[in-house]
T-cell receptor, first 114, second 111 residues
Framework: KAGVTQTPRYLIKTRGQQVTLSCSPISGHRSVSWYQQTPGQGLQFLFEYFSETQRNKGNFPGRFSGRQFSNSRSEMNVSTLELGDSALYLC?????????????FGEGSWLTVV | DAKTTQPPSMDCAEGRAANLPCNHSTISGNEYVYWYRQIHSQGPQYIIHGLKNNETNEMASLIITEDRKSSTLILPHATLRDTAVYYCIVSGSGNTGKLIFGQGTTLQVKP
């Protein structure tokens, strides 16, 4: 079956703009999590959604937000982009996000802020 | 969430077994050990996970010590394509899709 699909794969934005990234989880998966990866900070958890509700949140400013739709697809939004937001943004999905679930990652969206 | 400790880098000869260690001394009874790997510029690839018993799949074996304070990921016959950063993660208990990544081990498989 299809894996976790993220779009777009690459994008370039200007400081101050906003960006929306999309994630389609594996069919049947209801938990979607987002991560940011930078050379300096490594892989950091942003937030998790389950059944359209944010269930867990990492330590990121309010400029980072997300949502999940009834079909489990998810989007994340970053407003007022800063240079430091340049990163690989990864989406991961699992059936319920519960302990012991297998969690699969997408290939990520590369965001460059100029 | 329990923390993990991994060596920053390891080398392995092609065709030999790669044994990647991980310490997780503060793991609690219902936390799982997960292993992922990441090849440059790609998303992390799931390898294996386990709770207390040893696990094996088509990619690797996971050996968890009886006290669960450490584990070893074994790639039985390493190839050049296994060169990657390997992450050992202890998941939070309960309903959460949150994984806390450390710095991982960079495995270099050499011909």
């Amino acid at each position: 079956k299809a894996g976790v699909t993220q779009t777009p794969r690459y994008l370039i934005k200007t400081r101050g703009q906003q960006v929306t990234l999309s994630c389609s989880p594996i069919s049947g998966h209801r938990s979607v999590s987002w991560y940011q990866q930078t050379p300096g900070q490594g892989l950091q958890f942003l937030f998790e959604y389950f059944s359209e509700t944010q269930r867990n949140k990492g330590n990121f400013p309010g400029r980072f937000s997300g949502r999940q739709f009834s079909n489990s697809r998810s989007e994340m939004n970053v407003s007022t982009l800063e240079l430091g937001d340049s990163a690989l943004y990864l989406c991961a999905s699992s059936y319920t996000g519960g302990a012991g679930n297998t969690i699969y990652f997408g290939e990520g969206s590369w965001l460059t802020v100029v | 969430d329990a923390k993990t400790t991994q060596p920053p880098s390891m080398d392995c000869a092609e065709g030999r077994a790669a044994n990647l260690p991980c310490n997780h001394s503060t793991i609690s009874g219902n936390e799982y050990v997960y292993w992922y790997r990441q090849i440059h510029s790609q998303g992390p690839q799931y390898i294996i996970h386990g709770l207390k018993n040893n696990e094996t799949n088509e990619m690797a074996s996971l050996i968890i010590t009886e006290d669960r304070k450490s584990s070893t990921l074994i790639l039985p016959h390493a190839t050049l394509r296994d060169t990657a950063v390997y992450y050992c993660i202890v998941s939070g208990s309960g309903n959460t899709g949150k994984l806390i990544f450390g710095q991982g081990t960079t495995l270099q498989v050499k011909p």
